[in-house]
């Protein structure tokens, strides 16, 4: 495609600009709205592509927020948070924290932390959840034991993008795997072989850091019902052999459910209001993804992609290049919008083409793709895992200590890069 398309992307740098430039000016990247924020873009292209007739550019609209891909990974993400919020309701949360709590010798506070946050993050499938969970759990051991906060909430830290990047009820993975067209479980081994070696130099990591934190006794005799960890395992092992994703998070929230009613958390009108609380905590990221997918498609029916795609071909000479195009993209995007799941989103459809053009292993681009996205958010100075845990030390802990001790986010980049250097043969399908 020789004629630049470069101004068809003006409504996507609108969307950015507005985004970023909100977050920066009230120095809080979530109080505008990201749905907002995209439809200013979107009027944007309304008023840019003025020389299409105003019928196709509400058809590309509708048509974008309607792909199949699309709808499908939005009602993912209502089960997702009906899910959330039942397991939440019932204890489910609180129970696993003190569950892991108990077996932890103070000493090796920081391996265990990283355990228990990654386990929490794999079932509940959000870093923020998890962080919000922990975090002043977190802190309070720090103070109570004087171990190294820094040390604690970097172990918390990486622990949360675990399960943010690996889980099957993540938004990143949902989203990573609907723009590519794979399956969440063929997804989850890729992703598998590179996550799981970096958690383990983590924990080893950690264990030879054990501090010499007074050996303080910990009462978390509450809520360790193991009962409650049941809607978290049957929805994990139902989704790795294989079941439909909706059937595996129908399952959980069918388990969670009756787990709450036989235990009177709740009665079936409680059960019925926990869902749709549920369902509304997914509504910021609902309206996203369909105005994002409505966006994407007005951009791509006056060439822009394919513009970006042709400009990209250009310069990658191979599949492994294609990759590493790929992960950069991503991790641009990811540096600009402070959110990992838009990042994704905004990349997918053309990592997909990407995907189409190079025959690319497609779930293995889709952990690229999540691993880049992640790695970017939890490293980021105003993302909002880093934010909410450094507002849980009350200015007790600064960012570069934090990060510094994010040891799991330098052994994953390390690891995801050494794979994709030198295992040439998995890039590409057969």
Known sequence: MSENKLYTLIPFFVFVAVFLGSGIALDNFYQLPSPIAISVGIITAFVLFYKTPMKDRITALIDGCSDSKIITMCLIYLLAGAFAAITKAIGGVEAMVNIGLHFIPVAYLGVGIFIIACFLSLSIGTSVGTIVALGPIVVGLAEKTGSSMGLLCGALLGGAMFGDNLSL??????????????????????????????????????????????????????????????????????????????????????????????????????????????????????????????????????????????????????????????????SGVGICMANNTVSILVVGNLANDVADEYKLNRPYVASVLDIFACIIQGILPYGAQILILLGFTEKKLGFIELVTHGYYFLFLLLTTLFYMVFFRKEVQTV
């Open 169 to 330: 009820i993540s938004d990143t993975t949902i989203t990573a795997t609907q723009t590519l067209g794979c399956e969440m479980k063929d997804k989850f081994r890729a992703n598998f072989k590179l996550a799981i070696p970096a958690a383990l130099l983590t924990v080893g990591v950690l264990f030879f850091m054990k501090n010499d934190a007074t050996n303080v006794a910990l009462d978390l005799s509450e809520k360790t019902n193991y009962i409650l960890l049941i809607p978290y395992i049957l929805t994990i092992v139902l989704a790795l052999v294989g079941i439909d994703v909706f059937i595996a998070l129908f399952m959980g929230i069918l388990g969670a459910g009756i787990i709450g009613l036989v235990r009177t958390d709740f009665d079936l009108v409680g059960l019925a209001n926990h869902t749709y609380l549920g369902f509304t905590s997914m509504t910021e990221i609902f309206l996203l993804s369909m105005l994002t997918g409505g966006l994407a498609r007005m951009i791509e029916r006056q060439g822009g992609l394919a513009w970006i795609l042709s400009s990209m071909r250009s310069k990658i000479k191979t599949s492994k290049g294609a990759v590493f195009g790929i992960a950069s993209l991503v």
